[in-house]
């Protein structure tokens, strides 16, 4: 059974950091590129980082660029996002998937997990 399990999210001050994981069960990430999506509140759900594989090339939205960071460790199956300097425009719950990459773009392929909340505020 495919499964994403995301932790890591929490209430932070601006300025803070944070560190996302996402378990994968189900598959190998090793085969996919992977991705971090975030959703706010009333807004559709965004990509802001992509990891490659093989490779680990790296891609991030625009509004991320500099402050968060993609890894991957397929020994553990499990992706990471580093989220630093964040600022209260980056409150959402976050999401991880596997993803398909063609046409230059990522399309998620998995079953969404339960995602994992960050508040960003003072």
């Known amino acids: 059974q495919v499964q994403l399990v995301e932790s890591g999210g929490g209430l932070v001050q601006p300025g803070g950091s944070l560190r996302l994981s996402c378990a994968a069960s189900g598959f190998t990430i090793r085969n996919y590129a992977m991705t971090w999506y975030r959703q706010a509140p009333g807004a559709e759900r965004e990509l802001v980082a992509a990891?490659?594989?093989?490779?680990?090339?790296?891609r991030y939205a625009d509004s991320v660029q500099g402050r968060f960071t993609i890894s991957r460790d397929n020994a553990k199956n499990t992706v990471y996002l580093q989220i630093n300097s964040l600022k209260p425009g980056d409150t959402a719950v976050y999401y991880c998937?596997?993803?398909?990459?063609?046409?230059?773009?990522?399309?998620?392929?998995?079953?969404w997990g339960q995602g994992t909340q960050v508040t960003v505020s003072s």
């Open positions: 998937n596997a993803a398909d990459y063609y046409s230059g773009s990522y399309y998620p392929i998995k079953t």
């Open positions: 990891i490659t594989s093989p490779g680990g090339s790296t």
